[in-house]
C-alpha cells in the first residue's frame, strides 16, 4: 500500500512538472511581448542620429546570481535592440552610464571612486539633437532566477530635454529561468516607432 501511495504522489509530481515545463514552453512560442505606450507627440519627419542612452541600475537586484543574470540582459536584449536602431538610422552612438542612486551605493560601497558623465552635455558637444534612453525600471525573481524585466524606453529632444516618446515592455523569463529571445520584442517597438513616424 506505501509502495502505490510512493507511486502515484510520484506520478503526481512528474505530472506537474511536465505541465509546468508545457505551460512555460507555450508561453515561450505563443505569448505576445507586452508593450504599452505611454507618450508620444507628433512629429514631421522620422527622427536621425540621437544618442542610445543605456541607464544601468545596479540597485535593481541584491542577490548576485539575479544581478549577473541581468547583466546578461545587455548582451541578449540591449545590443541587439542597439544594433536594430541603428540600422534604422534612429541612433548612432552608444553610451551606458550608472543611475545616480546605483553611484551613490557604489560609492558608498567604496566600490566606484569616479563621476558619471553628463549625458545631457555629451549629447550636445556630440551634435546629437536627441536622446534614445534605455532604462530598467523593475526586476522581479523567482530564487535565484530572473521572472521578469521591465524596461522604459524614452525619447527625448535635447535642447528642450522635453520627451518626444515613450513606452515600456516587460520581458518574462520560462519555466528555467531563461528569457526570451530579442527578436520579437524589438520588431513590436519597431512597429509602434514607426506608427509614431519617429523611424521610416
Sequence with gaps: MKDKLQTILGLIIIGVFVLAIGASIYRSIFSKPEFEVRTSTAISSPIKNALFWHEEDLEKTADVIVGAKLGLERTD???????????????????????????????????????????????KQNGKPYIFKVAITNVSSRGMDLKSVTYLFSLYNVATKSLIWEARTWRSAGFFGAMPESKETITLMEAKLKEAKIIK
Excluded at 534604422?88 to 551613490?104: F, H, P, Q, R, Y
Aim: a negative charge; charged letters at 30%.
Design 77 to 123: 536584449f540591449i545590443e541587439p535592440l542597439y544594433q536594430a536602431l541603428k540600422t534604422t538610422g534612429l541612433v548612432n552612438e552608444e553610451i551606458k552610464t550608472m543611475s545616480d542612486v546605483a553611484t551613490k551605493k557604489m560609492i558608498e560601497l567604496d566600490a566606484y571612486r569616479g563621476t558619471e558623465p553628463d549625458v545631457w552635455e555629451i549629447a
